[in-house]
């Protein structure tokens, strides 16, 4: 009998005690301890313990010096046991805790506190912690020289002390980075043998971790807002070489520094996507929506390498490792009735748009891991108790899809949704209610013909359920309204803003490509004219192999997917040249062997012009990704936002409120969900205490901490409507010549429409 224990193992405080530390040795050369892993997690695993009810699991312990409290319990399908806690103590007899903040901003200065712990049972002699030697002295402490930083030691500090048992001693030093990126500050301490006295008795020398070392990372960022531009190209070279020229070019006013690019290519269209699978997007993943992209994409992408003969065993075990952790944190938004909504049981009632999509998704995940039939079954019969009796389904929930938006349409979309998800789950063209949802769809084509985008979601539906007078019918219009240049072809809606990736024409655009590879293939529809859909969609994909929000990258994924296994050809190779106007050339090589591989280069021409050349017989993809950071535009069309912060600058610490105003100025009624995200300034974090208030407001669904940001999930905005939220933040790490810190309000589902801030502290020296 199969028996699964669920382990967790976190840190928690402790006192180290003498007991928990290593025996004093004796002789042999210095032992250097290198510490560069500090998770906040340690372990969070699902293991099989098999019938024996016992299992061993071998890890490396983190490098944090703290005690991990460990839980387990065990599901079987007899029954459900909890392991009573446990700990373990991971401890050296003397060693350094570095305080440095998670991030600062180019320019910014602040103090770097090495803390040296001796629990030893005698004592030590400290020494300086410098760049410079001041001292000879039993420990060195010393900070590694960088190019990534200028460092000086405080002034009066007194270098030469004792230190005894249980005791500890803080050094400092004044660090200014010059670099951007991640920076490593590492700091090591060493016992050296003496006769010098300490206290009345000889400094002692531990025989175990002579000298610890700790690496950790700073990140130094530059000022205003990162920006991306994604250059996208699908070379196929079969018939000839083929070229194509790439411009960078930066705007008029940008961060300066702050650009740079890099090039990668790829052997196959899923490539990307397979890399990311945990990132497609640069963006929060805090309701059951969003979490659902994290799920989605992995099914896709299995059937996509089963079906090629590509899956390995350790691109399918992260794969379902990701639907395990998705499907598990999905329940958490599921309501009694069996429906989900974005979150959860705060939401007064499930959502019939999330509903259907995580049927479907769910049903697709069964070939690769455990999915309770229950969940499935109780969705689909909540989904019915709402079907009318023309055999359209009722909106139910808060629908914060651009797509299903705007009068009638609204529920021939939504019913064309769920119909299609019901027919990806099962196939099932006799099933009632789909019967029922079929009649009401056909009843509502003629008047939907200039709304694109359900007219592309129909045409993929009724190729599901195999109609394929309908189909053929969607089809043909659809492709006198396409939009074609270059060889590219996709759909287009007339309130696009044109400035960036448009998350609503990649997704009926996907549409389009899964109606037209699910069904037989109609005269003048093949693979050519799939082509040029798939250029288009290659083109508009972001450096993660994601898009620009959500239902976009998982229907453009989805979609993706059906044409690579289509167009897959086990042979070929192909050469990638790369040249620019100033004389960089790279080369690579494209095969069967290496065709998932990511292959990537730095750019160092920023702006620059650049030529890429593909020979050969097999398709590659090549994309330039530029970054570049650009100070807040003065005015938004969609958003106003304005912040205004208090401080109390006096005391030991200095603390700030800041208040975040927002306005919707747009041409909808009301917004999709609105992200609020707020950059703690360098040196600051949270004040927990101010989230009560701030989750108690009832536009306010949730709010996460990640990462030195604050993300604020909003339920959404109506129009010329203005809310003001607040937080407190309060100093952790002095940090000197402080930048302003950025606040952005997005549409989640139409990123395109945002705005961005900056606030300042008061108390800034």
């Not at 402790?14 to 250097?32: C, L, V, W």
Request: hydrophobic letters at 35%; a negative charge.
């Amino acid at each position: 009998m199969k028996h699964n224990v669920m382990m967790e193992v976190r840190p928690m405080n402790m006192m180290p005690n003498e007991e928990s530390a290593p025996t004093p040795g004796a002789s042999g050369g210095p032992k250097e301890t290198v510490r560069t892993y500090f998770p906040e997690t340690w372990i969070w695993d699902l293991v099989p313990v098999g019938h024996t009810g016992k299992v061993n699991v071998e890890k490396t312990v983190p490098d944090t010096i703290t005690k991990w409290a460990a839980g387990a319990f065990c599901t079987s399908p007899v029954g459900f046991g909890l392991a009573p806690n446990t700990g373990l103590t991971a401890f050296q007899p003397f060693f350094v805790s570095l305080t440095l903040p998670y991030s600062v901003i180019r320019g910014e200065v602040f103090t770097l506190k090495a803390t040296v712990f001796n629990y030893l049972s005698k004592c030590i002699m400290v020494s300086p912690p410098s760049v410079v030697s001041f001292f000879t002295s039993p420990v060195k402490v010393t900070l590694a020289e960088s190019n990534q930083f200028t460092a000086r030691p405080c002034e009066g500090c007194q270098y030469t002390l004792c230190l005894c048992a249980e005791e500890s001693r803080t050094f400092k030093w004044t660090l200014t980075p010059t670099a951007l990126g991640e920076v490593s500050v590492k700091v090591s301490a060493e016992a050296l043998t003496t006769k010098k006295f300490c206290a009345n008795e000889v400094a002692t020398v531990p025989g175990k971790g002579r000298i610890d070392t700790v690496v950790q990372t700073l990140l130094v960022e530059a000022e205003g807002t990162q920006e991306t531009v994604s250059h996208n190209a699908l070379l196929c070279p079969a018939e000839g070489p083929v070229e194509k020229d790439i411009s960078l070019k930066l705007p008029e006013v940008f961060v300066e520094g702050s650009a740079k690019a890099s090039l990668s290519v790829l052997g196959d269209l899923m490539g990307r996507a397979i890399k990311n699978l945990d990132s497609l997007l640069q963006m929060p993943y805090g309701c059951g929506e969003q979490n659902m992209v994290l799920f989605a994409p992995n099914i896709y992408i299995l059937n996509y390498l089963q079906s090629t003969r590509q899956l390995t065993m350790e691109i399918q075990t992260r794969a379902t490792g990701f639907l395990d952790s998705g499907y598990q944190r999905e329940l958490n938004y599921k309501h009694d009735d069996g429906s989900y909504s974005a979150f959860g049981k705060s939401d007064e009632s499930g959502n019939t748009w999330l509903t259907s999509f995580v049927l479907k998704s769910f049903g697709g995940a069964k070939p690769y891991i455990f999915v309770d039939p229950a969940h499935i079954a109780q969705a689909k019969a909540w989904l019915a108790s709402h079907q009318q009796t023309d055999g359209c389904i009722a909106s139910v929930g808060k629908l914060f899809h651009n797509g299903m938006k705007g009068g009638v349409g609204d529920q021939v979309s939504l019913t064309a949704y769920i119909t299609a998800a019901l027919l990806e789950l099962d196939g099932n063209t006799s099933d009632p209610m789909v019967e029922k949802s079929l009649t009401c769809l056909k009843a509502a084509v003629s008047d939907q013909l200039e709304n694109t985008y359900t007219i592309a979601l129909l045409s993929y539906t009724f190729t599901l359920a195999q109609n394929q007078v309908m189909r053929a019918k969607l089809i043909t219009h659809l492709d006198k309204i396409a939009a074609t240049s270059g060889g590219n072809r996709h759909w287009e809606r007339a309130e696009a803003s044109g400035t960036k990736t448009d998350s609503l024409e990649v997704e009926m655009t996907s549409y389009v490509l899964l109606a037209l590879l699910s069904g037989p293939t109609m005269p003048g529809f093949g693979l050519d004219y799939s082509t040029g859909i798939v250029r288009w969609l290659a083109q508009q994909q972001n450096p993660y192999g994601g898009f620009a929000s959500t239902q976009d990258t998982v229907v453009a994924l989805q979609a993706l997917a059906k044409y690579g296994a289509a167009t897959f050809s086990p042979e070929g190779a192909s050469t990638v040249s790369v040249s620019s106007a100033r004389g960089l050339k790279m080369e690579f090589t494209v095969n069967q062997n290496n065709r998932l591989l990511y292959q990537e280069e730095q750019l160092r021409e920023v702006p620059g012009d650049y030529n890429i050349k593909a020979k050969g017989k097999s398709c590659v993809f090549v994309q330039i990704a530029m970054h570049y950071n650009i100070p807040p535009p003065p005015d938004f069309s969609a958003f106003n936002i304005s912040t205004q912060t208090l401080g109390k600058c006096d005391g030991t610490k200095k603390s700030l409120i800041v208040s975040v105003a927002v306005r919707y100025n747009g041409r909808r009624e009301e917004t999709n969900m609105v992200i609020i995200n707020v950059k703690l300034l360098s040196g600051f974090v949270l004040d927990k205490s101010s989230l009560g208030p701030l989750k108690n407001d009832p536009t306010v669904k949730r709010v996460d901490l990640e990462e030195g940001h604050v993300i604020i999930y909003l339920d959404g905005l109506k129009q010329k409507e203005t809310k003001t939220y607040s937080l407190a933040i309060e100093e952790d790490v002095p940090v000197r010549n402080l930048k302003p810190a950025v606040v952005k309000v997005y549409d989640y589902y139409q990123t395109s429409d945002e705005a961005v801030s900056e606030y300042s502290s008061p108390c800034a020296e």
